[in-house]
């Protein structure tokens, strides 16, 4: 209940950011020995992946990270040949960043290994826990995207 955490384990937030650290830490596990790539690296190659070419202003808004993280992993990424900058004809000052054929490559060979570890994961909770909170997740996100628009 809102308002009811009087200890910081019951505090609700703090339980959703310890959790997504620990999921986060097991699956980046693999890819930070294996492929020698940090979690913001792979969340700029999973956003990739998943949206095809994007500006790192979409990056920022698709991972949540902040502008500097952003910046940070897409330099590493297009140093070791995994992401291609092009110019962005809609906007001069910005440029879009997609998967090269490597960065296709390792994406393919990271993504498999990402999946398998989230299914260890979550096959502690059912199939209709797991729809419950994908739902209440982005009830969540929702909310708090409406209130920093709000404060904007």
Not at 61 to 68: F, G, N, P, S, Y
Not at 102 to 127: C, M, N
């Amino acid at each position: 209940m809102p308002g009811t955490a009087t200890r910081l384990s019951d505090f609700m937030p703090y339980r959703m950011a310890i959790t997504s650290n620990a999921v986060s830490g097991l699956i980046s596990g693999e890819y930070r020995s294996e492929f020698g790539l940090k979690i913001p690296e792979w969340r700029i190659m999973a956003v990739l992946g998943d949206a095809g070419s994007l500006t790192q202003r979409d990056l920022v808004r698709a991972t949540l990270m902040d502008k500097v993280a952003v910046n940070r992993a897409c330099k590493v990424l297009e140093d070791r040949g995994y992401v291609q900058r092009s110019p962005n004809e809609m906007d001069g000052r910005s440029h879009h960043l997609e998967l090269t054929v490597a960065g296709r490559d390792l994406h393919g060979k990271i993504w498999p290994q990402a999946v398998e570890i989230y299914e260890k994961i979550f096959s502690a909770i059912t199939p209709r826990e797991q729809e419950k909170l994908r739902t209440i997740l982005d009830k969540l996100l929702k909310a708090a995207r409406t209130i920093e628009g709000d404060e904007k």
